[in-house]
């Protein structure tokens, strides 16, 4: 019994001299990894800032394509890519106050001659067909659109700030193409596009 008692400690020891020490990180290491994931999110929401926007739909200009308090993503990028076509929903500044942000529809491209009367839109001489206006337009007129230009109209086409009374829209004031409807839930789903092909 007594010869018993140093072999326990000794195999007592070894057992502990075998364990695993444990290694705490530097507490400068914890900082760094915690000062890159920082960064790391910065710059991620950064790059979608910079790609995409949002934009809350008031007013009733773009009925029935889009409703008053809807929200909607732009794609900012489309636009250094290529250029803005006919039928295009695009998000711009307002040109006579820079600091407002409007959402129409692109009609008339540079160089266009844009016609309004007895309720069609016509581009160089061709009727557009439109199934997304709300009605038919009751004014008249005709526009000839400089370069650098385009001419824009809200679908609802009788209770719309565009083009038709406040001329044309400087390419520099596009803010970019209309996406997706994110809210309300019950809307969700593409912005609806409407390529015009004149040919």
Partial sequence: MEQQGP???VTTAKAQAKEPQVQRQPREVLIREIVETLLLTLFIFWMVNTA???????GYSMLPTLEEGEYVIIDKLSYYLDEPDRGDVIVLHFPNDRSRDFIKRVIG???DHV??????VTVNGVPLEEPYINA?????????????????????????SDSHNWAYLPRED????????YWGPENWGLVSHYPHNLS
């Fill in 7 to 9: 072999q326990v400690q």
């Fill in 52 to 58: 995409t926007g949002r934009f809350r739909i008031e």
């Fill in 109 to 111: 491209l540079p160089g």
């Fill in 115 to 120: 016609e309004v009367a007895d309720g069609f």
């Fill in 136 to 160: 038919e337009p009751a004014y008249t007129g005709a526009w000839d659109v400089p370069e650098g230009q385009y001419f824009v109209l809200g679908d609802n086409r009788n209770n719309s």
């Fill in 174 to 181: 596009i803010v970019g193409k209309a996406w997706i409807i």
